[in-house]
């Protein structure tokens, strides 16, 4: 649900092994990342964790496919993990204070210098191991890399938790006003499933202007691995009047074909795997009043 003044976005998080993003996750989300990481791996850009407040809603994302030496790579998974990673809000990076830049850092530098959108924090963990008169140098090392910005850097340690709620809030505060894709205190099976409803949502909302209301709603009723590369995802969109059914289908379905179109790009970015999305438009008149019909929505009485 859209709350006035709430903010949202993703922040993906990378580093070479044994950093401490897992840690730092577990920092920051506690117990639910256990959840996350337990589901099926149906997709390849992962979300690890979401961290919500009053005030905004962040969704971690990691990105395998960036941290994979690039010859075992097919052009498809480097191409989704950039492309993650150019859609996200915004970046950590996430190095060990602990240890000299090494290798492993330097391929994702590398590829972090492609990334020209979005805002790359650099956050130098484990600083509980290391004396504070070191810090300054070890910063040093990460700096001055040709072609490579940090937004930010901070020095944090995720087992102590010192600076973490620093971290947090400061990448909140470059959030843009967005919708909580997920419940508070809920983490399904399919965690993306509510992100999909939000994104099918919204081109909805953009493609019929003032027409079709806000209280449309989306029902993802199939989330299917297809093949290797390819998912079968099933949306119905739900209205309460037959004239909102033939606004959003258009002329010779001309305006659900741009819906489809414009949500399984967004769906592709966000999963890093193709989609194959079928939309239907289906009248339920007065929806909102029926509570067994809100719940089947996805949405719970107090949302109304
Ligand atoms: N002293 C100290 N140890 C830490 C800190 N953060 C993580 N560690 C330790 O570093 C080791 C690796 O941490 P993980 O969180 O598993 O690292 P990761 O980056 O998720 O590793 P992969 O899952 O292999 O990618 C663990 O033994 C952690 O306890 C920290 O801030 N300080």
Request: aromatic share 6%; glycine share 8%.
């Amino acid at each position: 649900m859209s709350k006035d003044g709430f903010k949202s976005g993703f922040v993906a998080i990378v580093g070479r092994p044994n950093v401490g993003k897992s840690t730092l996750m577990n920092h920051i989300v506690g117990e639910k990342i256990a959840i996350m990481s337990n589901k099926a791996q149906t997709t390849r850009n992962k979300i690890q964790g979401i961290y919500t407040t009053d005030e905004e809603q962040i969704v971690f994302i990691d990105t395998p496919g960036i941290h994979k030496p690039q010859n075992s790579l097919g052009d498809f998974m480097v191409k989704s993990a950039l492309s993650a990673l150019h859609e996200a809000d915004a970046i950590w990076f996430v190095v060990n204070a602990d240890e000299e830049r090494g290798r492993g850092d330097d391929f994702i530098i590398e590829r972090l210098k492609d990334v020209k959108t979005t805002p790359v924090y650099l956050v130098i963990n484990k600083i509980d191991l290391v004396h504070p008169n070191e810090l300054l140098d070890i910063i040093a090392t990460y700096q001055g890399i040709e072609g490579m910005e940090w937004a930010e850097v901070f020095p944090i340690s995720a087992k102590t938790g010192a600076n973490v709620q620093e971290l947090i809030d400061n990448v909140a505060g470059k959030l843009e006003a967005g919708p909580q894709y997920f419940p508070a205190d809920q983490i399904t099976d399919h965690p993306e499933r509510f992100v999909i409803g939000e994104l099918i949502r919204e081109k909805v909302l953009q493609l019929t202007s003032q027409e079709v209301p806000h209280s449309v709603a989306v029902v993802i009723e199939k989330i299917e691995r297809e093949s290797d590369e390819k998912i079968q995802i099933q949306a119905t969109i739900v209205v309460d009047r037959p004239g909102q059914k033939s606004i959003i289908i258009g002329k010779q379905g001309a305006v659900i074909k741009q819906i489809g179109i414009r949500a399984r790009k967004d769906i592709e970015r966000l999963l890093g795997d193709r989609v194959n999305l079928t939309t239907w438009v289906k009248v339920e008149e007065r929806w909102r009043d029926k509570p067994q019909a809100l719940q089947s929505y996805g949405y719970s009485a107090e949302d109304y």
